[in-house]
């Protein structure tokens, strides 16, 4: 019997160092090995944090950010963090800091800021919504 794909929306509200934001990337690696796709990931909440590029990770813990970006990379995967909630923990992007007159940006380049808009279109657009917390 052939098993057919499915197309999942990843909602990722847990903090970069929880065990909800690892099993979100686990999910997400296992699915597209077995022919799945993932239309977009969307860390709102504390999970906004894992787009600073001004992490310093230290040796002996999981780079959470540098997984998430090489597994979006390797398969055109869409990251995004909400716009809102990435504000108020003082991740900006460089179209924010122009914006709110900023000196600089600090976002990973992998990871885009979006409204929820772009959240519910990529529910809409998905056979099945998950999210990790």
């Avoid at 929306?9 to 997400?28: D, E, K, R």
Wanted: glycine share 4%.
């Amino acid at each position: 019997m052939q098993q057919t794909s499915t197309t999942f929306c990843i909602l990722v509200t847990a903090a970069p160092t929880s065990q909800g934001a690892l099993s979100a990337l686990q999910f997400c690696q296992a699915a597209v090995v077995k022919n799945h796709t993932i239309n977009r990931v969307f860390f709102y909440g504390d999970a906004s944090l894992i787009a600073s590029a001004l992490q310093v990770i230290p040796q002996d813990e999981l780079a959470l950010a540098t997984k998430w970006c090489e597994f979006a990379k390797q398969y055109n995967i869409t990251l995004q963090t909400c716009v809102a909630t990435s504000l108020r923990r003082g991740i900006v992007d460089n179209n924010e800091a122009t914006r709110h007159a900023l000196m600089s940006s600090n976002t990973l380049p992998e990871i885009e800021i979006a409204g929820l808009g772009q959240l519910f279109i990529a529910m809409q657009q998905a056979d099945r919504f998950l999210q990790f917390h």
